[in-house]
Nanobody, 120 residues
Framework: QVQLVESGGGLVQAGGSLRLSCAAS????????MGWFRQAPGKERELVAH???????NYANSVEGRFTISRDNAKNTVYLQMNNLKPEDTAVYYC??????????????WGQGTQVTVSS
């Protein structure tokens, strides 16, 4: 069973930084594409960034140049470094793992989410 546990969310002022972490079950990072999603109140969940098992990365236009996704296979952890945060980045951030693509939004497993709030 795949387990994903996010941490690192919080309250930050605009222009500040946060680093989110997603601790995964052993072996997940070497077998699954990993993604970070976010969902703001009243809005659809959106893919923020993903990283493949060969370290190919992709970002949403809204975060390109400000966010960086990375992973540490030895620690079974995926990170999302968020710099120059804006109030519109406020959302619940979710870590997700994709293997078959059959799950919701194309990802098979999800964490519980961590709240990020950016004040202006």
């Amino acid at each position: 069973q795949v387990q994903l546990v996010e941490s690192g969310g919080g309250l930050v002022q605009a222009g500040g930084s946060l680093r989110l972490s997603c601790a995964a079950s052993a072996g997940v990072l070497t077998s699954y594409r990993m993604g970070w999603f976010r969902q703001a109140p009243g809005k659809e969940r959106e893919l923020v960034a993903h990283i493949t098992i060969v370290d190919s990365v992709n970002y949403a236009n809204s975060v390109e140049g400000r966010f960086t996704i990375s992973r540490d296979n030895a620690k079974n952890t995926v990170y999302l470094q968020m710099n120059n945060l804006k109030p519109e980045d406020t959302a619940v951030y979710y870590c997700a793992a994709r293997r078959t693509g059959a799950g919701i939004y194309g990802y098979d497993y999800w964490g519980q989410g961590t709240q990020v709030t950016v004040s202006s």
